[in-house]
């Protein structure tokens, strides 16, 4: 049935191929669906209600992502060189015109390709849409964005993937691009929408002007990826590239490990500009702005302890220890009716052991990224201060400054039972020396902690290449 996009009252994007069911078609293939398939639902959606009350969400998604794995053949005996991988979840409006689109592109390039949806649970009729047009479908368990593109990828057969949503606000008929960079030797390629056309309405005005150009620049900022558009739900990458990323999130974030580990990994990506169009799913996003918005910067922090502790800890050590000797000497006037005394070396005292303790979890943070394979990067970092400290200079550090301390404090100590236990002149020297002390102690426990942490190893990492 050829496409009268005038008479749906439907934007054409059809690029001349007549041959596509409409958007009215898709629909009451859909209804009929849903009609046809309303007996012994129940049943079924009991069995995997009593499925999820024993598994965690976290579980089914590596379940499911071992099964693709496990029926997924290699790109080089089927002749398949590129897969391009659909998540979905009820867009029985718009998987079709995806599906379509994706087989028409491989035709029209001369490509050996593939079409794979994976379905998170989809109940309007998604999966015989997809299927009717000659896509395979994977039934992924595990709810979640992540993990629906995860277990998609793993039974991938291509040696290059495109992903893009289901909503056909991502035009597939591009995929052919994508390919093309791939061949000129990229291993990513990301679709930058900012650098292309964003269609009227087809992004809300908070997304476009603040979240999704906030959470880029913090991503570049913090991993120095080099992306502009770094949401992009439309982008391609090598089977190799992804294989090593050893992605494990599950929702949204997804695309925010995606372009962290792709960049920790050294990946030569680029991006081509492409057209965001208004999305046809009928229905409310899955995306939730506030929600999604903090899971992605939630994780960008967690993924890079320089910036969540290492560089306030480091910034509140020096301003404590600043104010700590500045004050020492006695008070100090900044202006005739300001005067800083002891009450501010106090809080000198404070942010230095603020400080401490911030860089100690810091210490710790990277010491479990390493060990956990989070953290896959080449950079200098803390990585290499923390390969050649061993428990024992920690331990050292810490002595020294701890009887330094004690033995200032005993000082002043022994002065104050001298003058006959009368009113203590030397408070400052109480806060200095017993700053040290504390301090002292805190790197003596965190150097045991530490070690704890690389047990195994002779150092805090050990002397081992990240795999």
């Known amino acids: 049935m050829p496409l009268d996009a005038e008479a749906l009252g439907v934007e054409d994007r059809s690029d001349g191929f007549g ?64 897969s391009v991988v659909i998540p979905c979840l009820n867009e029985a409006n718009s998987i079709g015109i995806c599906v379509s689109k994706a087989i028409t592109a491989f035709g029209a390039a001369g490509l050996r390709g593939e079409v794979i949806v994976a379905d998170n649970g989809s109940t309007d009729g998604s999966i015989e849409i997809a299927e009717k047009l000659g ?21 991938a057969r291509g040696a290059f993937i495109v992903m893009g949503d289901a909503d056909d606000s991502y035009d597939f008929t591009e995929v052919p691009r994508f390919v093309e960079k791939w061949r000129q030797g990229n291993d990513v390629v990301m679709g930058n929408r900012f650098r292309g056309e964003i269609k009227r309405g087809a992004m809300p005005w908070h997304h476009k002007y603040v ?16 992306i502009g558009d770094s949401h992009c739900g439309m982008r391609g990458f090598t089977r190799a590239v992804y294989d090593r990323m050893d992605l494990r999130s599950t929702g949204m974030e997804f695309a925010s490990e995606f372009v962290i580990k792709a960049a920790q990994l050294g990946a030569k990506i680029t991006e081509i500009p492409i057209t965001l169009w208004p999305d046809k799913r009928g229905r409310p996003p899955h995306l939730r702005s506030f929600r999604d918005g903090w899971r992605h910067l939630r994780f960008m922090l967690l993924y890079a302890p320089n910036w969540l502790f290492v560089l306030p800890g480091a910034t509140f050590m020096f301003v404590g220890l600043a104010l700590v000797f ?36 810091g210490a710790f943070a990277k010491v479990f990224s390493y060990a956990e394979r989070f953290d896959r990067s080449g950079t200098v970092s803390l990585k290499r201060v923390l390969k050649r400290v061993t428990l024992e200079s920690g331990l050292l550090l810490g002595g020294v400054l701890f009887l330094a301390g004690l033995a200032g404090c005993a000082w002043v100590t022994w002065q104050w039972v001298a003058s006959g236990f009368g009113p203590l002149a030397q408070v400052r020297q109480v806060l200095f020396w017993a700053m040290w002390l504390f301090l002292g ?22 002397d081992y290449d990240l795999k």
């Open 326 to 361: 500045w004050l020492l000497p006695g008070p100090r006037a900044i202006t005739p009716r300001i005067t800083l005394d002891v009450h501010t070396m106090i809080f000198g005292v404070i942010f230095t052991l603020l400080g401490a303790q911030i860089l100690s979890i």
């Open 135 to 155: 896509a395979r479908v994977v039934r992924v368990e595990a709810r979640g964005y992540g993990s629906a593109l995860r277990a998609g990828i793993a039974a």
């Open 211 to 226: 979240g999704n150009p906030a959470l880029s620049s913090l991503l570049n900022l913090f991993f120095r990826t080099g």
């Open 441 to 462: 102690l805190q790197i003596i426990f965190a150097s045991f902690f530490l070690s704890m942490l690389g047990i195994s190893r002779g150092t805090y990492i050990g």
């Open 19 to 82: 041959n596509w069911w409409s958007l009215k078609d898709f629909r009451n293939y859909a209804r009929e669906l849903r009609h046809n398939n309303g007996r012994g639902r129940k049943c079924k959606l009991e069995v995997r209600s009593m499925r999820g009350s024993v598994e965690t969400e976290e579980s089914k998604a590596r379940n499911a992502t071992r099964a693709a794995t496990a029926t997924a053949k290699p790109g080089a005996e089927d002749g398949t060189e590129l």
